[in-house]
């Protein structure tokens, strides 16, 4: 869209162009601290995953070997209580939410006979116990990088589009304007000097 070549017009235009540049360090300085938030977690998401991994495999075989002393255990897998207390919430950090998971802490109360349990069981329900506290953290990790990729990208998507449209177009237009402007001071004073020697003629 043309912008008629008036002083007004001139201001405006420069005062959108300095908004513009401001809103690009803006975004690109939000992408670089969340990018490197995002990396961060990143490490820690794959170092929780290796001990979620080692915790698993300590759960299964002492679950096996509870199989193997006492027989099957699905009848006193059905004794223990399901968990319905994992919620939810979310905090805002830049804009990004951010989400927050909790759970009530595993219950310290037996729900099965000792007399036709042993240690074995014991030891592979608290290593459950354990597996499901990091798979929360897990979940809760994931998340957070999920949404803080997705806030990245669209943040990258909106400085890219300053940088590369919109301050080139306020720039381009600044141009025009200077220069059509220097253009009509030319002309007025070439018509002045014109008067001028009309006068004095």
């Given at each position: 869209?043309?912008?008629?070549?008036t002083?007004?017009?001139l201001?405006?235009?420069?005062?959108?162009?300095?908004l513009?540049?401001?809103?690009?360090?803006l975004?690109?300085?939000?992408?670089?601290?969340l990018?490197?938030?995002?990396?961060?977690?990143?490490?820690?998401?794959?170092?929780?995953?290796?001990?979620?991994?080692?915790?698993?495999?300590e759960?299964?075989d002492?679950?096996?070997?509870?199989?193997?002393?006492?027989g099957?255990?699905i009848h006193v897998?059905?004794?223990?209580?399901?968990?319905?207390?994992v919620?939810?919430?979310?905090?805002?950090?830049?804009?990004?939410?951010?989400?927050?998971?909790s759970?009530?802490p595993?219950?310290?109360?037996?729900?099965?006979g000792?007399?036709?349990?042993?240690?074995?069981?014991?030891?592979?329900?608290?290593k459950?116990?354990?597996?499901?506290?990091?798979t929360?953290?897990?979940a809760?990790?994931?998340?957070?990088?999920?949404?803080?990729?997705f806030?990245?990208?669209?943040?990258?998507?909106?400085a890219?589009?300053?940088r590369?449209?919109?301050?080139?177009g306020?720039q381009s237009t600044?141009?025009?304007?200077?220069?059509?402007?220097e253009e009509k001071?030319?002309?007025?004073?070439?018509?002045l000097?014109?008067?001028?020697?009309?006068?004095n003629?």
């Amino acid at each position: 869209m043309a912008v008629l070549p008036t002083k007004g017009n001139l201001i405006a235009t420069k005062h959108s162009l300095e908004l513009a540049t401001t809103g690009y360090e803006l975004m690109d300085r939000k992408r670089n601290i969340l990018t490197r938030e995002m990396m961060g977690l990143i490490s820690e998401a794959e170092a929780l995953q290796s001990r979620i991994d080692s915790t698993f495999t300590e759960a299964y075989d002492a679950l096996m070997l509870a199989n193997i002393t006492m027989g099957k255990t699905i009848h006193v897998a059905e004794s223990v209580p399901i968990d319905n207390s994992v919620e939810i919430r979310y905090r805002s950090v830049m804009g990004v939410e951010i989400p927050t998971v909790s759970a009530d802490p595993p219950s310290q109360r037996v729900t099965y006979g000792l007399s036709v349990t042993n240690s074995a069981l014991d030891e592979a329900l608290m290593k459950f116990h354990k597996v499901k506290e990091l798979t929360k953290e897990l979940a809760e990790m994931e998340n957070t990088i999920y949404r803080l990729a997705f806030t990245i990208k669209k943040t990258q998507k909106r400085a890219n589009a300053l940088r590369n449209i919109v301050i080139p177009g306020y720039q381009s237009t600044i141009a025009l304007i200077t220069e059509a402007l220097e253009e009509k001071e030319r002309e007025e004073f070439s018509r002045l000097k014109v008067i001028k020697a009309k006068k004095n003629a």
